[in-house]
């Protein structure tokens, strides 16, 4: 039997830890290969390494941040190196952001934005020439993978800058589809909706109310009353990266535990 990604190459952003890290091991353990970037470079190496200790030369770890164009290039090439080419890009790196628009500076609005919205123009800008003629040459389909969140199609008073950008990566998700498609490249492009998932993302709560309550506080608005796993998120995204869903473009995937529903 083989994996459902067997034999495509990975690139995942924000890899260290959380949503980033349960998508790459989880695409490694299907069978493709994977580039784990993050800033944080340690824990970047840390689950390359142990991906590797199970299917040797199945990872590796490349320090880039993605609101650095430069930055894209050099990850790419890496990429390319260690594995000769991508098929499937996920931008996952974010950071979350809780204020109101009186209470949101300017410089917090732009570095929101900069970090979850600009890193997926780029990511999307220059990994799609190399997807194209990976897809090209190995005859495997290729697919974008963005991670927006489910405040990306419903807002909330104290998410300002967070609702925007989230909602502003859902509809440049689907205009690269769409100019994916008109090219004829092989490449979908889809985004992917979460709500609260037990990730480094919740320490503030976690600081503020203890592990316990913190989940629960966050539960109570959930109609399946719990929060997601990180793997809830991963086996949507190894879904979207397989050519099991060869025939969705464009779409959003809402992995909410019910909350857009009401
Ligand atoms: N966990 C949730 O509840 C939740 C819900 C909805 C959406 N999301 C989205 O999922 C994605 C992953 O979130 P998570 O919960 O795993 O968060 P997390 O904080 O656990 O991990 C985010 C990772 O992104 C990296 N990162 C941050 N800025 C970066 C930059 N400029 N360049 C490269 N890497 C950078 C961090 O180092 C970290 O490893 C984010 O886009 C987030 O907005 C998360």
């Known amino acids: 039997m083989t994996g459902r990604v067997e034999g495509k190459i990975a690139l995942i ?3 260290a830890q959380g949503l980033g890290e349960a998508a790459a091991r989880m695409l490694a353990k299907e069978g493709a290969r994977v580039a784990i970037t993050d800033v944080n470079i340690e824990g970047a190496r840390k689950v390359a390494e142990q991906i590797n200790a199970t299917r040797k030369g199945a990872a590796i770890a490349i320090k880039h941040d993605v609101t650095q164009p430069e930055q894209w290039v050099h990850a790419l090439a890496e990429t390319h190196k260690a594995f000769g080419g991508l098929h499937v890009l996920v931008n ?6 809780g204020s109101d ?24 800008k220059y990994a799609i020439p190399m997807m194209a003629e990976t897809v090209k040459a190995t005859g495997l389909g290729g697919s974008i993978v963005n991670i927006s969140s489910i ?22 998700s689907k205009s690269v589809a769409l ?29 503020r109310f203890g592990k316990e309550e913190a989940y629960a506080k966050l539960a109570r608005q959930v109609p399946l009353g719990t929060i ?24 959003e995937l809402k992995v909410d535990g019910g909350i857009s529903a009401m």
Not at 186 to 207: E, G, K, M, Y
Request: negative net charge.
């Open 13 to 15: 952003t924000g890899g």
């Open 92 to 97: 996952n790196a974010g950071i979350s952001a």
């Open 101 to 124: 628009v009186e209470a949101t500076s300017f410089e917090d609005w732009k570095r929101v934005h900069e970090i979850d919205l600009d890193s997926v123009f780029l990511g999307c």
């Open 151 to 172: 405040s990306g199609i419903i807002a909330g008073h104290n998410m300002a800058a967070y609702n925007s950008a989230k909602a502003a990566v859902r509809h440049l």
């Open 179 to 207: 100019h994916c498609a008109r090219k004829g490249y092989r490449i979908r492009s889809n985004s992917v909706h979460p709500v609260f998932i037990a990730t480094p993302i919740l320490d503030p709560l976690v600081q």
């Open 228 to 251: 997601g796993e990180p793997d809830d998120i991963a086996y949507a995204v190894l879904y979207l990266a397989s050519d099991e869903s060869k025939f969705v473009t464009g779409a």
